[in-house]
């Protein structure tokens, strides 16, 4: 079975087995903290154990990369790393906002730029997002492109949670310019959304993103034909271990990706 397949088996097993949990009481269950250094919740634990147990039933030869569960060797001949973010979003999902998702993608390396697959499923209705290295990205069955043209409404995503009251102060004057400025709390999907032309660009200069939140989305925004940039507008790149943070930007285009980087504080 292609890698592909394998992420969207498993991305299809956690969508049925959390989809009449969210929002219900059993969700929130505490399992501590967890690799990422989160709480772990029941949700995220049912979620996580979902594609272990069938990555091992299958025999795929790997090793894990969980928000929850940490590093997790399946095998001693790994073909690769599973990055894995089983529910992205949980504080939605606990609450039952109808806005979270799985990531799940495959690295050949150490590397966020040697990902091939990704997939982002979300967990509210089922649908899927996915792409393959080379091979395009799909919306359920079908391709799926950035906004390239100049849009009725300007949709402009950034995750301010959390954020320092200097990186507020940078970001003032597009909050001040755009009319339409979007943050739904699970970033993978949000990246999906973006990679689907629903927004022009997509930003977190927070500094605080895993890697187990950008890994599919990274191959679902490059191959949907977005630019994916780091703070210094390098192309994004980094290593997958528990202690790295990013910070990106997300662009449908040049044009737009100008326009914001101009209105941001310096
Ligand atoms: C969180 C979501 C959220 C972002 C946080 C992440 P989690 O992921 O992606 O949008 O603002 O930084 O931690 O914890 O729900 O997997
Ligand atoms: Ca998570």
Redesign the pocket.
């Given at each position: 079975m292609d890698v592909i397949e394998i992420l969207r088996k498993a991305s299809n097993k956690i969508y049925e087995n959390v989809k009449d949990l969210a929002g219900t009481e059993d969700a929130a269950g505490d399992f501590g903290v967890g690799a990422?250094g989160?709480i772990s919740r029941n949700i995220d634990i049912i979620a996580e154990k979902t594609v272990l147990d069938y990555l091992k039933e299958i025999n795929f030869e790997c090793v894990v990369l969980g928000?929850e569960c940490g590093r997790v060797e399946l095998s001693n001949k790994p073909k690769g790393f599973i990055i894995m973010?089983a529910?992205?979003?949980?504080?939605n999902a606990v609450r039952g906002v109808p806005f979270f998702c799985s990531s799940l993608a495959f690295a050949t390396e150490d590397k966020l730029s040697s990902i091939t697959d990704g997939v982002i499923t979300n967990l509210s209705n089922g649908e899927m997002y996915w792409a393959s290295k080379n091979k395009g990205a799909f919306f359920n069955n079908k391709q799926i492109k950035v906004h390239k043209k100049n849009p009725i409404y300007k949709i402009v995503g950034i995750?301010t949670?959390g954020a320092s009251i200097e990186l507020m102060n940078k970001l003032h004057p597009i909050f001040k310019n755009h009319d339409h400025v979007r943050h739904f709390?699970?970033?993978?999907l949000e990246m999906a959304m973006f990679a689907r032309g629903l927004m022009d660009i997509f930003i977190d200069l927070r500094n605080?993103?895993?890697i187990q939140?950008i890994a599919a989305g990274y191959v679902i925004v490059k191959e949907a034909g977005g630019m994916l940039l780091d703070e210094n507008l390098n192309p994004l790149d980094a290593d997958l271990s528990y202690e790295t943070r990013v910070s990106f930007i997300a662009a449908a285009n040049q044009e737009i990706l100008d326009e914001i980087m101009s209105q941001i504080n310096n």
């Amino acid at each position: 079975m292609d890698v592909i397949e394998i992420l969207r088996k498993a991305s299809n097993k956690i969508y049925e087995n959390v989809k009449d949990l969210a929002g219900t009481e059993d969700a929130a269950g505490d399992f501590g903290v967890g690799a990422g250094g989160d709480i772990s919740r029941n949700i995220d634990i049912i979620a996580e154990k979902t594609v272990l147990d069938y990555l091992k039933e299958i025999n795929f030869e790997c090793v894990v990369l969980g928000e929850e569960c940490g590093r997790v060797e399946l095998s001693n001949k790994p073909k690769g790393f599973i990055i894995m973010d089983a529910i992205d979003g949980s504080a939605n999902a606990v609450r039952g906002v109808p806005f979270f998702c799985s990531s799940l993608a495959f690295a050949t390396e150490d590397k966020l730029s040697s990902i091939t697959d990704g997939v982002i499923t979300n967990l509210s209705n089922g649908e899927m997002y996915w792409a393959s290295k080379n091979k395009g990205a799909f919306f359920n069955n079908k391709q799926i492109k950035v906004h390239k043209k100049n849009p009725i409404y300007k949709i402009v995503g950034i995750n301010t949670s959390g954020a320092s009251i200097e990186l507020m102060n940078k970001l003032h004057p597009i909050f001040k310019n755009h009319d339409h400025v979007r943050h739904f709390g699970a970033n993978a999907l949000e990246m999906a959304m973006f990679a689907r032309g629903l927004m022009d660009i997509f930003i977190d200069l927070r500094n605080k993103i895993r890697i187990q939140d950008i890994a599919a989305g990274y191959v679902i925004v490059k191959e949907a034909g977005g630019m994916l940039l780091d703070e210094n507008l390098n192309p994004l790149d980094a290593d997958l271990s528990y202690e790295t943070r990013v910070s990106f930007i997300a662009a449908a285009n040049q044009e737009i990706l100008d326009e914001i980087m101009s209105q941001i504080n310096n």
